[in-house]
C-alpha cells in the first residue's frame, strides 16, 4: 500500500499548489490554461505511454486491471501535476531559470519513483523527461498570452479543443478505470486493458472535436444541437456494439455517455463564448 502514499502526496501537493494559484489570480484565465495544459497532457500521454507504451507506473490504486492502475499514475503525474505546475510558471511568468528547476524537481521524482520500484521505465529514459519539459514549460506560457489575448481564429479553436478534450477524456476513461462500465476490443493489443484505454482515447478525440464543430453551427433552434449529439452518441455506440469492439457491462453505461455528449456540447459552448470575450487581464 506505500505505492499509493507518494502517490496520493503527489495529488494533494498539486491541488494545494493549483488553489494557491487559484486565490493569488482569481480569474477563468487561470483555469482555462490549466484544462488547456490538461488536453495537451493528454494527447502526449495518448502518444507516448497508451500507444507506444514509453514507461508503466503502479500506484495500487486499481487491483483489478494492472494497465487501468498504470493509467491513473499517468494520470496524477503527467496529465495533473505536470499542468499545474505549467500553469504556475506561465500565470507568474517564470523564467527559464524556473522552468529548468521545475523540471529538474521532476526529474528527482522520477528517479525516485524509479528507485522506489513504483515505476519504470520501457524505452523512455530520465534523459528524455529533463529535455522535454522545459519545451512543455514555455508551451504553457504561450498559450496563455493567446488565453489573455482572445481571438476567433485557429488559435482560439485549438484552445477550445484542447480544454474540451481535457474534460471529455476525464469524464469518458475515469468512469472506464473506476467503475468499469464498459469494455472496448478494437485488438490492437493484448493487453485488454491497454487495448480498451487506447480506443477510448481515440473516441475523445473524435467526440471533442465533434463537439467544438457542433458548437460553431448557428441554428435558429439551438436545442436540435442537443438531439443531434445524443443521436450521433447512442448510434455511434450501437455500431460499435454492432461490430463487436464495445462492451457495455452496466445498466447506466449508454445513458451516462449519451447524457455527457449534452453537456459537453453545452460546456462547449460556454467556453467558446467565454474565450472570445475574455478581456485582457494583466497580471500583478
Known sequence: MHNSYWYYALLILSIILFGFILFKKRNTQTL????????????????????????????????????????????????????????????????????????????????????????????????????????????????????????????????LYLIIGSLSASAHILPVIFFANRIYSPGWFENSGRDSIAFADIFYLCDSLFYCLMSKLNWKMKWSKYILAGLVMYAVNQVLIGVGILHSLVWWDQPYYVGLSLLLILITEIVDKRLSKLPYIEDS
Open 32 to 159: 482555462f490554461l490549466l484544462l488547456t495544459m490538461i488536453g495537451m497532457g493528454y494527447i502526449i500521454e495518448t502518444i507516448i505511454f497508451n500507444f507506444l507504451g514509453s514507461y508503466e507506473y503502479n500506484p495500487n490504486f486499481i487491483k483489478h486491471n494492472t494497465f487501468y492502475d498504470s493509467n491513473l499514475g499517468a494520470f496524477v503525474s503527467n496529465a495533473f501535476s505536470l499542468p499545474v505546475v505549467a500553469t504556475l510558471i506561465a500565470t507568474f511568468h517564470l523564467s527559464w531559470i524556473w522552468m529548468v528547476l521545475f523540471s529538474g524537481i521532476f526529474v528527482g521524482i522520477e528517479w525516485l519513483f524509479l528507485k522506489l520500484h513504483i515505476y519504470s521505465h520501457n524505452w523512455w529514459r530520465l534523459e528524455h523527461t529533463g529535455f522535454g519539459l522545459p519545451f512543455y514549460f514555455a508551451i504553457s506560457r504561450v498559450y496563455h498570452k493567446w488565453i489573455l489575448q482572445p481571438s476567433n481564429g485557429l488559435k482560439h479553436n485549438w484552445l
